[in-house]
C-alpha cells in the first residue's frame, strides 16, 4: 500500500505547538494542524516515561477519529507530549506566573531530565480503524540548568515565554541562557526530537526517501 510519497509529504500534526510546526516544516513537511483535547493528568503509579508514551498515543488516536470522515487530507498524523522531570515530579506546563516562578526555582542549580514521546499514526482513510498503524517512541535527555536569582526568574516569567512550556522555559530561545549542557537530543528538550521522528516514519514505510 502505497501510503505518501515522495512528493507528497503532507502529514497532520496533532499538536499546538508552534515550535513543532515549525521544525516539521523546515524538514520539508506540510503539516495540517488538529489539536487534541486529551486531558494530561498523570495515572497513579504510572511513570513520566509510560505517561508521556500515553498521551501521544492518545493524542495520535483522537485526532485519527475526529478526522475519520475526511479521507482527502493526509493519512498520517504525528502526535507528541513533553514533560520534564525532577526528584520523581512530572514538571508540565505552568498554570500560571506563580507556578513558573516556583518550577524555575526548583530547577535551577539541578540536573533533571526532559522526556518528549512522539506517536505517527497512520489513521487509514477510507478503510476500518483495525486497518491503522502507529508507533510511539520516547526519547530522553539530561539538562543541567544553572544557579537562577530571583531577578532572574521574575524577568524571564515576566518575558511570557516559559508560559506553554513544560518545565516552564525553552531551550531555543530566551531559556537557553540558563542551560549550561545537555546529554541526549537537543530536539527533544525542545520538544519533537527530528532524527526519531523522521527515522520512525521511515521504519513504517512512510517515506520513499529522505531528505524529501
Known amino acids: 500500500m502505497d501510503i505518501i ?3 507528497s509529504p503532507r502529514v497532520v500534526l496533532a499538536s499546538g505547538s508552534p515550535r513543532r510546526l515549525e521544525l516539521m516544516q523546515r524538514l520539508g513537511f506540510e503539516p495540517l494542524v488538529y489539536k487534541s483535547d486529551i486531558e494530561e493528568i498523570p ?4 511513570s513520566p516515561e509510560a505517561y508521556t508514551l500515553r498521551l501521544a498515543r492518545e493524542k495520535g488516536e483522537a485526532v485519527a477519529d475526529a478526522l475519520a470522515d475526511t479521507p482527502e487530507l493526509p493519512g498520517w498524523v504525528l502526535s507528541a507530549d513533553t514533560i520534564v522531570t525532577l526528584d520523581g515530579d512530572v514538571l508540565e506546563k505552568p498554570g500560571d506566573e506563580a507556578d513558573a516562578c516556583a518550577m524555575l526555582a526548583r530547577l535551577s542549580g539541578t540536573r533533571h531530565e526532559v522526556i518528549t514521546a512522539y506517536c505517527w499514526t497512520w489513521r487509514a482513510p477510507g478503510q476500518p480503524v483495525e486497518a491503522r498503524i502507529s508507533k510511539a517512541v520516547a526519547v530522553r535527555a539530561d539538562v543541567w540548568m544553572r544557579e537562577l536569582s530571583e531577578e532572574n526568574i521574575r ?7 516559559p508560559m506553554d512550556k513544560a518545565g516552564s522555559y525553552g531551550i531555543q530561545d530566551l531559556g537557553s541562557t540558563f542551560v549550561r549542557r545537555i546529554e541526549g537530543s537537543y530536539f527533544c528538550v525542545v520538544g519533537l526530537p527530528v532524527c526519531e521522528v523522521v527515522e520512525t516514519l521511515e521504519e513504517l514505510g512512510g517515506l520513499k526517501g529522505f531528505p524529501l
Open 43 to 46: 495515572r497513579a503509579g504510572e
Open 5 to 7: 510519497t515522495k512528493s
Open 155 to 161: 524577568r524571564y516569567v515576566a518575558s511570557g515565554e
